[in-house]
């Protein structure tokens, strides 16, 4: 923690960048912090309760957050995928943000706790046992020790997913519809996603009207499809989307789905290299086509 | 009128809501339901965090009385969605030829019971009454608020998020109910507050006289008063503001950076204002179905959404996240109060309990206190008070 | 309008559900210039061939997006056909492979989803195959057929919904547009 003061304290003072995006320790837990001032670099925390994956705030929409300067951001591995996802779509400069990564050895599922817990099967986030990049890379400075590996969780995203594929289809479309009917098509969801950077969203398009915007199960199905659909490919699996959903809808395990299309069908692994070009967008001459009569 | 508050165990309280069910009228009430459930149990396992709480608290329309949650959590969604729900015809159209057929919607309900609200749920319902009949009286808010008895069930308070008693209402509080229960050894005590509420005591009187004179020998009244002051003084320390300098500071305060710069971690998500029970901005929708007919539809609409103010011209301004949540601290305690007198709040803290940002009404509402006490404005960078005004 | 569906439901040889009466209606989103062109010649050859299919023409495959396709359950459709040229002869040179990594997401997904494969038919389909494009619709409508009314995808609609076509009047003022020409 006292590195991850020291380098925001020096990058505040000497200008490197105007405001420093990390975690703090708040009234209901673990939250993000802006500091701005080299002595706020004090409230900067690293624990098991700093799940958000901060890279939303680099949105460029953002721009209550950009008037505030150059930013230096504290990511984990998994978060800076989402920093190279940004890099590749063309959203932002590298030389745009300096990145502070941090060593990480799991995640709570909860942010809203006095104190951070210790990593278990139950309450360990579900994607932190597959992770790659624990050392995340793409980062302008490192801290934090070395990391013992997360606890496999009870049950893992792909387990559950399995789970669900082996359910006949009927069963399978009854419990999506009655997951999207507790939608209230709030968009936390996209509103969190660090990825969701376009300008008019198509679920605002009124001419014509594609997507229903009232919250009945048809027009839920057909947002939340739409939005699994534009993330293929481009999802780092953060896992804020579920987080933030305040009706508590499984989102993980449709955006898991598109991760495991896109890998069987063209070996991608969603990366922390801007340079691997993204799925969807791309092509290649010998796509598998065996669903095309 | 003045009837004495009637003693009843919980089992004549479910059998109330048994006898209600049989009449065919609609009871809404606080009932455990499942989380993510799923017509199968594996599909269900692969939705289940093992661990998390297996059920949570919603309003439901009750099934059967032994449905009836008095374990006096707090239900997810408030029960503005019975009143104002989530998206709700307002009228459909026909075209025909070179005519078009506008069919109009019922505004007038068949009678229904909420059983065991939360205060704070409740009054929002009074509070929202004021702008649904200011300049227009809203036909389908009005005809469900006309149609619905509500009976309170007095509240322990939460957690270090409930702020009742800081914005006029209370864990024990009637505002916009007709009844209230109140928890006491052995039972409950139901005392009436409205026409309405007497009402339904005579209509229901045989049921309710089930218990007489099993209350036990300390006086139940005493009892029920000391629960509930013991509830609002939990609630009051966890905030106390002048809800007076507080509106006139924010009033007055439209540029401070204190104001100005509290949405800097808001994500725009909209959370907040799908669960809150006073929130009741809503987008007016033609949802086009087939050729030549459709629906007019209001939906749920959140002014923390990036194009709220988005006007046809492309002007939209309030286009970054500070000014649309200044808009929301600036609605809620300074122009709702200036208009109808009443702030646009219950405290009952779900906006800050499903703020996974970090956004912290609490906290806020504090530091707004602190300085709208202090003689003169300190914060750094604002203008003087005085100057300004 | 013939009813689209029947009172009686019979099992097919298969063991499929038959809907005695009940004839799909199938949405066809093709591109103009081979799909679109083979399904002309299809028609000049004279070719028979099931007549459920509606044809709606794009410039090419990569303009269709999958909200095409739900749209088209949403007003009714039973099933879909997605139909294009064939990798390699894309009028626009790569319309077609972008279009086909988008169909595979989408594909794979709606199965996640719940929704019979066998709904949704994609197709390559040049404008000299004029028999297969007859093929094509002749299975698609024979595997929706034996799949029966997509009423799945109905239930889906809201209870306040006005109701389709050929429901009973509402009850409502009739009030005259300015509209010079018929609705339908």
Redesign the interface.
């Known amino acids: 923690m006292s590195e991850l003061r020291d380098i925001a304290r020096a990058i505040l003072a000497d200008g490197r960048a105007r405001v420093v995006i990390g975690w703090e320790d708040a009234r209901r837990g673990a939250r993000p912090v802006f500091a701005t001032d080299p002595d706020d670099a004090d409230k900067l925390i690293f624990d098991a309760r700093c799940v958000h994956n901060l890279v939303t705030y680099l949105n460029p929409r953002r721009d209550n957050v950009a008037e505030l300067g150059k930013i230096a951001l504290v990511v984990k591995g998994c978060d800076a995928k989402a920093v190279a996802g940004l890099l590749r779509e063309a959203q932002l400069g590298r030389d745009d943000v300096v990145l502070i990564g941090v060593r990480c050895g799991g995640v709570l599922e909860a942010s809203d706790l006095g104190q951070p817990l210790a990593l278990t099967p139950e309450n360990v986030a579900p994607r932190c046992h597959e992770c790659d990049v624990r050392e995340p890379n793409l980062v302008d400075y490192l801290v934090g020790d070395p990391q013992p590996d997360p606890p496999r969780p009870a049950m893992t995203i792909d387990e559950r997913i399995a789970a669900l594929e082996s359910r006949p289809l009927e069963e399978r479309w009854a419990f999506w519809t009655e997951q999207f009917s507790k939608c209230v098509r709030c968009y936390a969801c996209r509103q969190v996603c660090p990825l969701c950077i376009c300008e008019r969203c198509v679920a605002e398009k009124t001419r014509p009207q594609w997507i229903e915007p009232s919250s009945h199960a048809r027009g839920n199905m057909s947002w939340n499809i739409t939005r699994a659909l534009h993330l293929a490919g481009r999802c780092v699996g953060c896992g804020e989307c579920e987080r933030f959903c305040p009706v508590g809808i499984p989102l993980s395990l449709m955006n898991r789905k598109l991760q495991q299309i896109v890998a069987e069908r063209y070996g991608y692994v969603v990366s922390d290299d801007p340079e691997k070009p993204a799925p969807i967008g791309d092509y290649r001459l010998d796509d598998r086509q065996e669903f095309i009569k | 009128m003045s009837i004495p508050p009637i003693f009843l165990t919980e089992s004549t309280l479910r059998a109330l809501a048994a006898d209600l069910l049989g009449a065919g009228t609609q009871v809404i009430a606080p009932v455990a339901v499942e989380?993510?459930?799923?017509?199968?149990a594996?599909?269900s396992?692969?939705?289940r965090?093992?661990?998390?709480a297996p059920v949570?608290i919603e309003y439901r329309v009750l099934g059967d009385a032994a449905g009836l949650d008095l374990g006096r959590r707090l239900p997810?969604?408030s029960l503005k969605q019975f009143f104002l729900p989530?998206?709700?015809?307002l009228c459909?159209?026909?075209?025909?030829?070179?005519?078009?057929?506008?069919?109009?919607?019922p505004t007038e309900f068949a009678p229904q019971v909420v059983l065991a609200a939360k205060p704070c749920d409740s009054a929002a319902l009074a509070v929202v009454d004021k702008v649904m009949n200011w300049d227009y009286a809203d036909e389908l808010w009005n005809g469900r608020r006309a149609a619905t008895t509500i009976i309170n069930l007095a509240c322990p308070v939460i957690d270090?998020?409930c702020f009742c008693t800081a914005v006029g209402a209370s864990p024990d509080c009637t505002k916009g109910a007709d009844a209230l229960l109140t928890p006491v050894a052995g039972g409950y005590l139901l005392e009436a507050t409205t026409e309405k509420g007497w009402a339904f005591l005579a209509a229901h009187a045989e049921r309710l006289k089930s218990d007489a004179g099993k209350g036990g020998e300390e006086p139940l009244g005493h009892q029920a008063a000391d629960e509930r002051a013991a509830a609002r003084a939990r609630a009051a320390a966890n905030l106390e503001i002048d809800a007076a300098s507080v509106r006139a500071w924010i009033d007055s305060h439209f540029e401070d950076p204190l104001l100005a710069?509290l949405?800097?971690?808001c994500?725009?998500?909209?959370?907040c204002?799908?669960?809150c029970p006073t929130c009741h901005c809503f987008?007016i929708?033609d949802?086009?179905?087939?050729?030549?007919?459709?629906?007019r539809?209001r939906?749920?609409d959140?002014c923390q959404?990036?194009?709220f103010t988005l006007h046809a011209s492309g002007h939209n301004p309030r286009?970054?996240?500070?000014s649309r949540y200044r808009q929301r601290i600036n609605h809620k305690f300074a122009i709702y109060p200036l208009k109808f007198g009443e702030v646009l709040c219950t405290g009952c803290g779900r906006c800050?309990?499903?703020c996974?940002?970090?956004q912290?009404l609490?906290?806020i509402l504090a530091a707004i206190d602190v300085v709208a006490r202090r003689p003169s404005t300190t914060t750094p960078g604002a203008p003087d008070t005085e100057a300004a005004s | 309008m013939s009813s689209r569906r029947s009172d009686t439901i019979e099992q097919g040889a298969a063991g499929a559900p038959l809907c005695a009466g009940f004839e799909p209606r199938l949405t066809a989103f093709v591109c103009n210039w081979c799909t679109y062109t083979g399904a002309d010649l299809a028609g000049t050859s004279r070719l028979h061939m099931a007549s459920n299919v509606r044809i709606i023409r794009l410039p090419c495959t990569g303009r269709i997006d999958p909200l095409f396709v739900i749209k088209a359950f949403e007003r009714g459709a039973d099933g879909v056909i997605v139909s294009g040229c064939h990798p390699a002869d894309c009028h626009y040179t790569s319309g077609n492979y972008h279009a086909r990594r988008r169909f595979a997401v989408f594909h794979d997904l709606m199965e996640f989803v719940g929704v019979d494969p066998r709904r949704i038919t994609f197709s390559w389909v040049s404008a000299s195959e004029g028999a297969k494009w007859r093929d094509v619709v002749n299975e698609a409508v024979a595997n929706v057929r034996a799949l029966g009314p997509f009423d799945a995808y109905r239930a889906l609609a809201p209870e306040d919904e006005a109701p389709e076509d050929g429901a009973p009047e509402p009850a409502g003022e009739a009030v005259p547009t300015g509209a010079a020409r018929s609705a339908s």
Do not use: K
């Open positions: 989380v993510r459930t799923s017509p199968s594996s599909a396992a692969a939705c965090h093992p661990g998390a949570e997810v969604l989530a998206h709700e015809a459909r159209w026909r075209q025909r030829g070179t005519t078009v057929q506008v069919e109009a919607v270090e998020s710069a949405a800097v971690r994500n725009g998500c909209g959370a204002t799908s669960v987008d929708v949802e086009e179905e087939g050729v030549g007919r459709g629906t539809r939906c749920w959140t959404a990036p194009t286009d970054d996240q500070n800050t309990r499903v996974h940002a970090g912290d609490v906290e």
